[in-house]
């Protein structure tokens, strides 16, 4: 019978089994270059991201730290929306350096986000502060909430 050592906070080696399998395949696929879901540090795809809604719109949010606003690209078809990119990671290479921990990753990114409901297009405003991005994507007319009047009769 198999025994695994489950995930304990602040425990260095103590891994569960799907941790570990994360990990190799996160490993083999970035050798390969192929694209990597996971990060070194295994805390989840990349960029995260929130959407929440307000009256009018909807916004999405994501965390892109170290990541010029230029290497961005946001694109809406339908209900869509794809942030991709590219994350570049600059490292010494003075003689004599070397590294000894590499958690941060580069390379490119992509990431789309299924919208509730179709936007108008025409409208959309994308800003970047501080590593996060920020997409307002202001509903289409027919989807905003309508105030409907009651008659008397």
């Given at each position: ?17 799907l941790?570990?399998?994360?990990r ?11 694209p ?7 805390r ?44 570049k ?29 179709e ?14 991005l ?20």
């Open positions: 019978m198999a025994q695994y050592t489950l995930y304990r906070p602040g425990a260095a080696d103590a891994w569960g089994p941790d570990q399998l994360r190799e395949m996160d490993f083999a696929l970035g050798r390969f270059g192929g990597s879901t996971y990060s070194a540090a295994g989840g795809i990349y960029p995260a991201v929130n959407l929440h809604e307000t009256e009018d719109s909807y916004v999405v949010s994501a965390e892109v730290p170290g990541v010029d606003p230029s290497d961005i690209d946001v694109s809406l078809e339908g209900t869509t929306l794809t942030l991709t990119g590219q994350r990671i600059e490292y010494p290479t003075q003689d004599g350096s070397s590294l000894h921990r590499r958690e941060r990753q580069s390379g490119s990114f992509r990431r789309a986000v299924q919208l509730p409901a936007i108008e297009v025409d409208k959309v405003e994308a800003a970047y502060r501080n590593g996060v920020m997409v307002r994507l202001p509903k289409s007319p027919e989807h905003k909430p309508r105030q409907i009047s009651v008659q008397a009769s």
